[in-house]
């Protein structure tokens, strides 16, 4: 009896379906929770420190809510390059305020002040 391939190996050409793909960039991820360490170490700005101190009173880990920050680092810089316009942290604080709900990945979300 012939052996069957796979969808994938019949279609060696093909993009990954979604289950198929990788879940994350590595060196993406590490870099945008190397942008969230030295927010906290500098604390600027300081509502990264209040964050991630509520995250925990709140009942996350240090490194749960660590990862909730970098959603926000992350929602920030996909907001600052659709829309061309420079960082907003007045957009960027009002994110993190609203940690644990995700970040609304839209630009123009949260438009308040440019910094």
């Known amino acids: 009896m012939p052996r069957r391939r796979s969808a994938r190996a019949a279609r060696p050409n093909s993009q990954p379906r979604p289950s198929e793909s990788p879940a994350a960039n590595p060196e993406l ?17 300081a509502e990264t420190w209040a964050t991630l101190e509520r995250l925990v009173a709140a009942g996350y880990t240090a490194e749960g809510a660590r990862q909730l920050i970098a959603t926000t680092v992350a929602a920030e810089i996909f907001a600052v390059m659709a829309s061309r316009q420079p960082y907003n942290q007045a957009r960027y604080i009002a994110a993190l305020k609203r940690l644990p709900q995700p970040p609304d990945r839209a630009p123009d979300a949260d438009p308040g002040g440019e910094s």
């Not at 991820?29 to 700005?45: F, Y």
């Open 29 to 45: 991820h590490a870099a945008i929770l190397a942008v969230v360490d030295a927010q906290l170490e500098t604390r600027q700005p």
